[in-house]
C-alpha cells in the first residue's frame, strides 16, 4: 500500500500562488499516473490535474480540468517519489482541500490532504 502525504497548502489572496507537494512512500509510483484531487465541503472530490509515467522516450503527459486550465501545472520527480502541482493566479473557487492519489485512486491511500484557502 502506498502512504501519501501532502503539503504546501495555506491562506493566499486571489492572485495568488502556492505550490504544493505530495510525498508517496511505501511503494514506488514512478509507473503509476499520478493526480491532484480536491474537495469542496458538500461536493465530491473531484480530478483537477493528471501526470502519466513517464515513457521511454522521456514523454510526460498531463490533463488539467477545465477551471484550472492556464493557471495549474503538474509535475512530477520520480527520484524522490514525489508530485507537485503549481497554482498561480488563484481564485476563490479554488479554496479546498486538496489530495493526491495514482488515478485511477487508491481508495486506502488517501491522506489527509492540504488546505487551500483564497481569499478575495
Known amino acids: 500500500q502506498v502512504q501519501l502525504v501532502e503539503s504546501g497548502g495555506g491562506l493566499v489572496q486571489a492572485g495568488g500562488s502556492l505550490r504544493l507537494s505530495c510525498i508517496a512512500s511505501?511503494?514506488?509510483?514512478?509507473?503509476?499516473?499520478m493526480g491532484w484531487y480536491r474537495r469542496v465541503p458538500g461536493r465530491q472530490r473531484e480530478l483537477v490535474a493528471l501526470?502519466?509515467?513517464?515513457?521511454?522516450?522521456?514523454?510526460?503527459?498531463?490533463e488539467y480540468v477545465d477551471s484550472v486550465k492556464g493557471r495549474f501545472t503538474i509535475s512530477r520527480d520520480n527520484v524522490k517519489n514525489t508530485v507537485y502541482l503549481q497554482m498561480n493566479s488563484l481564485k476563490p473557487e479554488d479554496t479546498a482541500v486538496y489530495y493526491c492519489?495514482?488515478?485511477?485512486?487508491?481508495?486506502?491511500?488517501w491522506g489527509q490532504g492540504t488546505q487551500v484557502t483564497v481569499s478575495s
Open positions: 501526470v502519466t509515467s513517464v515513457s521511454s522516450t522521456g514523454y510526460v503527459h498531463s
Open positions: 511505501g511503494r514506488d509510483v514512478s509507473t503509476s499516473a
Open positions: 492519489n495514482t488515478r485511477p485512486p487508491i481508495d486506502g491511500s
